[in-house]
Each structure stands twice: as C-alpha cells, then as structure tokens.
C-alpha cells in the first residue's frame, strides 16, 4: 500500500465527481436526478475507499502513516504532503461517512440548483478530507479556508429567510480569525524555513514568539470550536442553514478548530500553550455553563441545538489542554460522538421542518402519537447528547473529566454541571416536541419516517451505541500518537525550565 | 450462567420494544401483540430469576464467589475498564432478589395494564430496568456501576413519565431524571478521585488498596483533606439522590405519577435502594473515614424521620407508602453508617418484599375503585375485596415491625445496631429510629383504616364496580406476602445472625473496632422490646383517631394548622427549589441569550462592527460630492498642510 496514493484519492475523488456533475445537460429533472445519483455514489465509494486507511493502520507507532510526498513550490520549500495519524485518522472517517448521509438527507428536500447544491458538498468533502491528513501549512491553509467557501454558498443560497445575514457573519467571522492565522504562519515560515508540519512540530520557537503565534492561531480555533465568546456566529449560521448544512457544520466544521489545537497550538507551542492554559478553561467553563443556560431559553429547535453544540465543544478544549491521555483521547472521542450526535440531531429535526416547515417547538408536541419510530430515534440521541452509558457521548465526557480531575478539580466540577444542564434542556425539549397529547390540528396527519430517513439514521444509531459500548475500536488506534504528543509535550516542557533554571 | 440471569430481561426488552414500535392497526391483531409481548418478558424474567436461584446456591451455598469477564470497555492510559459481572454473596443477594420481585411484578402487570393500549412498550421498559438493575449489582467497577445507575435513571425517567398525555407524568419524569443526575455529579467526581488516588477503578484492586491509603490526603477543591473521607463523601452524594435522602429526595413522591407495578419494582422494592447497595458495596472504603460514615448515620435518621412526619398527613395513598420507602431508606442507611453494613442489606431485601406488596396491594385498591388513589374518597371495602385487605394487613405488619413478620426482624436489628455503637450519632439515629417506627406503625394504621374501614365516602357508580383483582394479579400479592411473613425469619441467621461471617464471605468489610452489629445481639431487654412497643402504640394512636373519634384529626389539624401545613407541604421542599434553582436557571439562560448574545456579543462584536463600518462608509461617500470646487478646495488645503510640514521639517 505505501505506493498507493490512497489518501490523494479519498482526498481529490469528491472533486472529480463535483467535476462530473457539471458536465451534467438535459431536462431539470433529469439533470437533479443524475446529480444526486452521482454525488450519491461519489461519497458512498469513497467512503469505502477511507474505511481502507483505517483497516490498514497500524496501531503500534505515532508516526504519520500513508504519507504522499510531492514538490510544489521547491524555490520556497513548500511541498504537497499528506498523512493521517492517530489523531486525525477518524475525522477522515466522520467526513467521509456525514457526505453520503447528508446527501441522502437533501434527496428530497433540497430541490432548487440541486446540481450546483450537490457540487458544493463535494468539493467541501475534499477540502475537509485534505484539511485532516494535510502535513505542509500552506496546503493546509488552502483547504482550511477552502471550506469556507462552499458552506458560505450552501448557507447564502440555500438557507432560510435570514441566510444573507448568517452567510456574512459567518464568513466574517471566521475569516477575522483566519486572516491572523495566515500572519502567524509567515512566521513560522520565518523562524524555521519550512512550512511542513512534522518539521515544525519538533521545531522549537522561543517563548516569548510562541505567545504570539500560538494567539494568532487561537484567534482562528476560537472562532472554529466556537469558544465563548466568538460563538454568536453558530446559532445563526445553523437557524440559517439547509439541514445538510447544518449536519455538515456541526458534524465537521466544529471539529477544525479543536483539531487545530491538538495539530498546531499543543505541540509547536507548548510553553505558550502552558501560559494560556487558565484563559481556556476559564472560556471552556463559561461555555458549558452559560449556553446550556441559554439552551434551556431557546424556542427554536435548531438554535437549542447549536448551543448545546457550544456547550459541548467546551469539553473538548479543556480535555485539549489537560494534556493527560484521558483527557486528550477524551477530547478528541468527545469530538467524535459529537460529530454524530449532534449531525443527527439537526438531522432530526430536518425531519419534522420538511414536513411542517418550522422549526419552532411551539408548532409540535404529542409527535410520539403519530411517530413513535421517530420519538425512539430522537430519544436515543437525545440520551447520547445528555452523556448516558452506554452512548458515545458518555465516553468522551467521562474521559475528559477524568483528565481534567487529575489537573484541577475545581475546574473538572465546573465542567461536570454542564452534564446536570445538559440533562435539564435536552429533556425539556424532547417533553415538548415528543410527549404530551396530540391537539394541535395541523400535526393529525404527520407521517412517521419513510425508508429513506432511516436508512439516514442507521448508521448513525448504530455508530452511536458501537462508540458507547465498545469503545476500543476507536481508543486503540490513537493510543500511540497522543502519547507520543504528550511525550514531546513534556520533554519540550523540561527544556524550557531547564533554560529558565540554568539562567537564574 | 450469571450472564443468562443477566442478559435475558433485555433480550425480552429488545423485543417487546420493537413489538410496541411495529403494533399493529388492527384490534385482533393487536391483542396477540399484547399477550405474545407479556409472554416473552415475563418468561424471559422468570428463566432468568430460576437461573438467579442457582447462581444464589452455587456463589453462597457453594461458597464460589467469581467474576465473570465480558468485553473491554474502556481503555485510555492507566484507566482500564471492563464489562464484568462480580459474583459474590453481595451480588448474589441482589441478583435473587431483584429477580424474583422483578418476575412477581411482570406477572401482576399483565393483570394491572390490561386496560391500556401501550402494554408491549411497558413490559419491554419494565424488562429494560431489571436489565440496569442486574448491570448495577453485578458490577466489578465503578464505572459499570454508574453504567446501571444512570440505566436505571433512564428506565425510571420512561415508566415515570409512561402515560406521556399527562402533564404532571412528564413533569415528574424530568423531575427525576434531573435530581438524579444531581447526585450523579457528585457520584462522577467521587469516580475521578478514586481514579486519582489508586490508578484504578476497579473494585478489587482499590479494595485491596485502601488500607494502604487509610492515612492518605489529597489537594482537592483548593485545600487538602482526607483523602477516603472525600471520596466517600462525593460518591454518597450519587446515594443520595438515588435512594431519594434528604435534600435530593424530592424527586421520590412525584414519581408515583407512574403506573403502580412501576412504583413497586424501581421505586420501592430496588432502584432506590441503589444507594444502600453501594455504601455496602463500597464498605472497605467507608470503613477508613468516620466523618463519612457519622454523615451517613445522620442523613439516614434524618430521612427517616423527616419522611415519617410527611407521611403521617398525605391522602394520596401511594404518595404514603412513598414516604414510607423514603423513610425506610433512611433506616438502611444509618444502619450503614454505624458498620451494620449486613443489617442494611438484609432491611434492603425484606423491605422489597412487602414494600412491593403494599404497593401492589395499593394497585389493587385503585384497580378496584376505578382508578381513585385519595384516600379520603375510600372506605368502608374491606369486604368487598377480602384477599387485598388480608395482603395489605401482612404488608403493614411487616412495615411496622410486628414480630413473627419480615420487618420485626431486619428494624428491630438495625436500630439495636445502632444503640449498641454507643456513639453520639449512633444515639441519634437510635432515638429517631423509634420515634420514626412510630410514625411508621401510625401512617400505615391510617392507611389502611381510612382506605378499607368506616362510611363508603366514594360515589355510588364507583362503589357498585369495586371488585376483587383477577388471580393474574392476587397471586404475584400472595407470593410477596408470603416473601413478607418469612423472609426476615428465614434469613436472620445468614444475614446478620450466626451464620453471617460464613454467608458473607468477604463480600461487606468491617473493621473489628466498629462491632455495632456484634455488640446488638447483647443490648438490654428493653432496647429490644422499645420498637415493638412504639410501634404498637403508633397502632393504637391510629385507631384511636380514626375509628374511635373520627373528628378528631380533622381538629387537630385546625389546631395546629401551621404545624399540618408544614407536613402537607413536604416542609415546603419543592417550593424551595423551584425558587432557588429553577427559576433563576431560566431568568438567567433568557438573560445571558438576550442581553449577553444579543446586545453585548453581537452589538459589540460583528453587529457592531458592521454598523460602524456602514456609517463610515455612508461618510465617506457623503465627501464625494461631485462639485468641482469642493475637490479643488481639499486639494489647495492638502497642498498647504504639506508645504507647512516640509517647511516645519526644514527649519527644525
């Protein structure tokens, strides 16, 4: 397999089917129907090509494995290379399995351009996929912003009655953050004449540069996760999106900047990354506390969610930057079971909106008289999003409390009441949607789902209850890297107060 | 085999669930769905509490304690979790019990539900909490334990809130879902610390270790304390909220808004006595720290007496036997805190037995007045439904403690436990103890004359239809009274009497210095007659108030109207709460969303910035006036400021 570009293939394969679907002529219909078809098979083959990667990686080393090497601008150093590790392998996985499934979720709803619509996934499924296995910044930094680019469109043109306000905001956002990223990365390329990451990750910048750069990059990751409080961007960019989007934004998109941290800010800038330790947990608590507070006020289903969503990721940063293997595997399973939950709670509520066109909680209530296949669905995510054993979201929350415990126990309770409200808002919201008597006239002839949504659903039910029950699966293959992380994290960590002691 | 006691219940569980997700329109149809669903469940529980039997024989009577490994679960570093099953007589106590009540109500539901459309939904959910149960009992770690826990939370919340139509059902489900989970925040971080402290969270290891660590401090919380004393503490919070003590109790009364099998298997009989499991459980831990356990002792006999006096005033027949449990809980606790570990447990399995028969027994009086449960609206049926009234009469016995039945046996040798540790909390807990046993033999006199004795005070149409239960129903009633009558008798000795060291094994740890339930058997004549004498005059008081002079309660709680509304009110708990925690949690969340969010994040951040940079542009664009005069003019001033610099510039 060495020679075999098999990531450049997961990588680029999307592409040549966004390409294939514009060569598409012919009737609308006809041209709608081949799209989906062909974006369909598109994603599902390579969802099986990236099921390869993980088959075929070996769990014993932390080095980076099928690594594609080429030149690209040799004048400047900067060459195309890829690799996935222990870290990124499985967000490889959650892209290539949440585009197939998103674009089963558009067969019907979406119904307007759906050849540019079905384009637009997948060029954002490569650019996700290149994102997680890239190993040089520049190409990194292409496909970072690269994303930005089809999920401003799928929200701009695609969303709801307020998406033109969203779209900007949320491109503006993030953009803001980025812009600061690219700066810091023009240093870095300074500093140490190269632009690969793995060079970089054993570079070692001083300290006091370290502070700047590792800012610059938290303006972006910030923004990405989204911390508190440059998260106002997300209910909005969510309300706003079509569901898909909405899938892909949560399932994925979130997972950018978390990822960043554990790539970039922990091990190129472990000294700043020690200084500013306080700032993300202090942010990561206020998170927790104050959206699910907020979650528990909300009227609309989708902007509960997106803040739930919040409040969720504030596990992962203070998991990040535990820097204990609990809380770094728990981080990152956290990122994982969130990837699938909260894709398939905005999937579940894609199923009521496109039967009744609103997403207010106020027009449902008693859904379960009609659809008790989908009240059990909704349960069962609803349990997996409150953390229940047994679930995938109980993992990673357990994990990283159990790295955060080790480090600081004031902060691990902190963190734990979000498991309380956690259990306040989303039992509130399943009550007035699901339960209760069945009056409100327009819901009396509400269907219960058809074959396709849940052929949408079962694999992520079944992922759900496979990450909560046996979790090795998932665990092993990242043993090696994230203790590797922590090795280089601490030996880094011993020079620099080895300087500091030998200077005094 | 453990794994077939085990697993069977979900097996019937998956599928009755998917026979209630796939219930058919058609009424014919639909009724086989129904009986073939109880067949499956109340089969798959009955296999499964034969197979608990022959577990019992071989871990106890064979003397062969074992673990049985599944499944890795978890795996991160030194955290190493498994799916096990521990058989030791502990578990295997459990196992037996919560089989065998679990299977008597599976059965009495068919006769119960049969009225209702959900009944494959209700058995499956039924099946799904003994599946928790037995996961909880049965586990090797802490984490599987918290795995039933919150398992049983999860089946509680379901079968609380099973007639979702109902407002106050699906209130009373979040209810407990929620106080539960409160205590389960204190149980996680009890988990984490003793990750912290032994590296592990298995319970050999950590048993093995904990004498090790008997003098151990750790930073927590910004200070340094005990470390076993914190441990403890943290996770009896989890009991706490599980076995509905004091202050997370609230959850306990409105979850009788669940149908009655419900309140008698998870609510009575062994979700909420959790807690008590795992204090004993977790015994070579509590042994090392005599705060946590005098904290026990006194939340246990505060809980029992506060509860007793809530008791003594409700109408709501079930809600009575509610704060029964909760009082009873209580006392298992205290036994607890003052060592008497196997005298809690042995209160634990009696109290199942006719505490499930009371609540059944109960469900049999609503089935027969048509669904009423005020008691106030009874009386006067005692010969109308004979076998109920005969069950009920055992039930209460046995609860107040009257010798030969089950209480006598397993009250009587807690509250000598605890006069015999001879310590301050251990007076405490004895003295409320008798008073609460009091109580106790009076709210159930008062139960059981109001609902069967004196004037008919319901309607006409209901009196004509009160009708005795069909056998479906009165056998599973006389299987747990006869579990009432002998259960106490037949395990005094193996639980807390001569053949307790053999029984037990190493299943409950004691230190020799803590020999409270040693030194019981050798207490003065009259701690030992003291509760039977209470609770006779809690009978006597009883009769005197409702068959004697049937006004008097009703002057008496216009007399002391204050002291009545306190009882009625629950001494005002939910009013508390609901004023402390749950309306500032939504004036806050609805605060942070609109004037945090809304005007400070986005009026500042992005909303703000957007405005700006508009109102610069339109300024801007206000400069391009498109007269010739108004550039020439900009420029001729640029030209002079320019001149004045190079000049300033030159003669500096």
Redesign the interface.
């Known amino acids: 397999m060495a020679h075999f570009p098999l990531l450049s293939l997961v990588t680029f394969l999307p592409l040549v089917g966004a390409g294939f679907i514009l060569t598409i002529r012919g009737e609308p219909d006809v041209v709608a129907r081949n799209a989906r078809r062909v974006a369909m098979w598109t994603s599902l083959v390579t969802f099986v090509l990236s099921l390869f990667i993980w088959f075929n990686f070996d769990n014993s080393t932390a080095a980076f494995q099928f690594q594609e090497r080429a030149d690209w601008m040799p004048a400047f150093n900067i060459s195309y290379r890829l690799g996935v590790d222990g870290i990124s392998l499985f967000f490889v996985l959650l892209t290539t399995l949440l585009t197939p499934v998103c674009v089963l979720a558009s067969w019907e709803s979406i119904t307007e351009r759906v050849k540019e619509y079905m384009v637009a996934f997948l060029v954002m499924e490569t650019m996700m996929v290149g994102m997680f296995c890239a190993l040089d910044l520049v190409v990194f930094y292409v496909f970072f912003e690269g994303v930005l680019i089809p999920m401003f469109l799928i929200i701009g043109v695609w969303g709801g009655p307020r998406r033109v306000y969203s779209a900007f905001?949320f491109f503006?956002?993030t953009l803001a953050g980025s812009v600061l990223m690219l700066v810091a990365m023009l240093v870095m390329y300074l500093y140490a004449g190269t632009t690969d990451i793995p060079t970089l990750m054993s570079y070692r910048f001083p300290p006091e540069v370290q502070i700047w750069l590792w800012l610059a990059f938290f303006a972006s990751f910030a923004v990405k996760v989204p911390m508190w409080?440059?998260h106002?961007?997300l209910?909005d960019a969510h309300v706003e999106a079509p569901t898909a989007g909405s899938v892909i934004l949560a399932g994925v998109l979130l997972k950018f900047g978390g990822y960043g941290f554990l790539r970039f800010s922990l091990p190129m800038f472990p000294d700043a990354s020690v200084t500013f330790t306080p700032l993300i947990y202090t942010l990561s608590i206020v998170a927790v506390i104050?959206t699910s507070?907020?979650?528990?006020?909300?009227e609309d289903m989708k902007k509960l969610i997106a803040y739930s969503s919040v409040a969720h990721m504030g596990f992962v940063t203070v998991g990040a930057f535990t820097v204990?293997?609990?809380g770094i595997?728990?981080a990152i399973y956290q990122m994982l079971s969130h990837g699938i939950v909260s894709a398939a709670l905005f999937l579940i509520v894609g199923v009521v909106y496109d039967r009744m066109h609103s997403r207010d909680i106020e027009t449902y209530g008693?859904l379960?008289h009609r659809m008790?296949?989908y009240a059990?669905v909704f349960m069962l995510f609803m349990?997996a999003s409150v953390g229940?054993?047994?679930t995938g979201g109980f993992?990673g929350e357990?994990?990283v409390?159990?790295g955060v415990?080790?480090v600081n126990?004031?902060v691990?309770?902190l963190t734990?009441?979000g498991?309380?409200?956690g259990?306040?808002y989303m039992?509130?919201l399943y009550?007035r949607v699901?339960?209760?008597?069945l009056t409100k006239a327009h819901l009396q002839r509400i269907t219960d789902m058809s074959p396709r949504e849940v052929a949408v659903f079962a694999p992520l039910v079944i992922l759900v209850l496979w990450m909560g029950?046996?979790?090795?699966s998932f665990?092993?293959p990242m043993?090696a890297s994230v203790?590797n992380l922590i090795q280089q994290f601490e030996l880094a960590r011993a020079v620099t107060e080895g300087v500091a002691l030998a200077g005094r | 085999m453990a794994a077939i006691a085990v697993f069977l219940p979900l097996l019937g569980s998956i599928i009755a669930g998917l026979m209630a997700l796939f219930t058919p329109e058609d009424k014919d149809r639909r009724a086989r769905f129904d009986t073939l669903s109880q067949w499956v469940t109340c089969g798959a529980m009955i296999l499964s509490a034969v197979v608990a039997a022959f577990v019992f024989a071989d871990v106890v009577g064979g003397g062969r304690p074992h673990t049985v490994e599944l499944l890795t679960w978890i795996d991160s570093g030194a955290l190493e979790v498994s799916w096990a099953l521990k058989m030791d007589t502990l578990s295997a106590v459990m196992l037996l019990t919560v089989t065998s009540v679990a299977a008597v109500i599976h059965v009495y539901s068919v006769g119960y539900m049969h009225h209702d459309p959900g009944i494959p939904r209700f058995m499956s959910y039924l099946s799904l909490f003994t599946f928790f149960m037995l996961m909880l009992v049965t586990a090797d770690n802490l984490v599987q334990l918290f795995f039933g826990w919150e398992g049983v939370g999860l089946a509680s919340y379901l079968l609380i809130g099973f007639w979702y139509d109902r407002p106050s059902a699906n209130a009373a489900a979040i209810k407990a879902f929620i106080v539960n989970r409160i205590g389960d925040f204190g149980f996680a971080l009890g988990i984490f610390a003793v990750f912290v402290l032994f590296q592990s969270i298995h319970f050999d290891t950590i048993f093995a270790a904990a004498p090790g660590k008997a003098d151990a401090v750790f930073q927590v919380f910004g200070g340094e304390f005990h470390a076993l004393t914190v441990i403890c503490l943290l996770l009896f919070v989890g009991a706490m909220g599980k076995s509905a003590q004091l202050g997370l109790h609230t959850w306990l009364p409105d979850a009788m808004e669940g149908p009655t099998p419900v309140s008698a298997l998870i609510h009575a009989a062994t979700m909420v006595t959790a807690g008590v499991f795992m204090v004993a459980r977790l015994s070579p831990l509590f042994e090392f720290s005599e705060i946590a356990l005098a904290v026990v002792t006194i939340v246990g006999a505060s809980t029992a007496i506060f509860a007793a006096t809530v008791g003594c005033v409700q109408n709501d027949i079930k809600r009575v036997i509610a704060y029964s449990t909760c009082s009873q809980l209580g006392y298992m606790f205290f036994a607890c805190g003052v060592s008497a570990y196997s005298a809690g447990i042995f209160h634990l399995m009696t109290h199942a037995f006719f505490k499930a028969l009371l609540f059944l027994g109960a469900g049999s009086v609503i089935h027969a007045m048509s669904d009423e449960q005020d008691m106030r609206r009874m009386g006067g049926i005692y010969k109308t439904i004979p076998v109920t009234y005969a069950v009920m009469w055992i039930g209460s016995l046995a609860l107040a403690g009257i010798w030969p039945f089950a209480g006598f046996f397993s009250k009587d040798i807690i509250l000598e436990a605890a006069w015999a540790a001879h310590t301050g909390v251990g007076s405490y807990a004895f003295w409320l103890g008798i008073l609460a046993a009091f109580l106790t033999a009076f709210y159930s006199w008062r139960l059981l004359l109001m609902t069967f004795h004196g004037a008919p005070r319901a309607d006409e149409k209901v009196m004509a239809h009160v009708h005795e239960s069909p056998m479906v129903m009165l056998i599973p009633l006389l299987l747990l009274a006869a579990g009432a009558l002998f259960a106490g008798y037949i395990g005094y000795q193996w639980f807390v009497g001569a053949d307790a060291p053999g029984f037990w094994g190493n299943a409950v740890f004691v230190l020799p210095e803590h020999s409270a339930l040693e030194d019981a058997h050798h207490v003065p004549a009259w701690v030992k007659f003291l509760p039977l004498v209470v609770a006779a005059g809690g009978i006597g008081l009883a009769f005197i108030l409702y068959v004697l002079s049937p006004n008097l309660p009703g002057l008496l709680a216009e007399r002391f109207r204050a002291v009545y509304q306190f009882l009625l009110n629950k001494w005002y708990f939910d009013e508390l709460y609901d004023w402390l925690f749950v309306r500032p949690a939504f004036v806050l969340g609805r605060g942070f969303w609109k004037s945090g969010d809304g005007a400070l994040i986005d009026g500042v951040g992005p909303d703000g910035v957007a405005a700006a940079t508009r109102n610069l542009a339109r300024r801007i664009a206000g400069l391009q006036t498109g007269y010739l005069y108004h550039y020439a003019f900009a420029m001729l001033i640029g030209v002079a400021i320019l001149i004045t610099w190079y000049l300033w510039q030159r003669g500096g």
């Open positions: 905001k503006l956002y409080p440059v106002t961007w209910p104050y507070l907020v979650a528990l006020a909300q204990t293997v609990q595997e728990g008693g379960v008790p296949g059990l349990l229940l054993p047994g993992i357990f994990l409390l159990v415990f080790q126990t004031w691990a309770a734990a009441t498991v309380v409200l259990a306040a039992l509130y009550r699901i339960f209760g008597k029950i046996y979790p090795p665990l092993d043993h203790e």
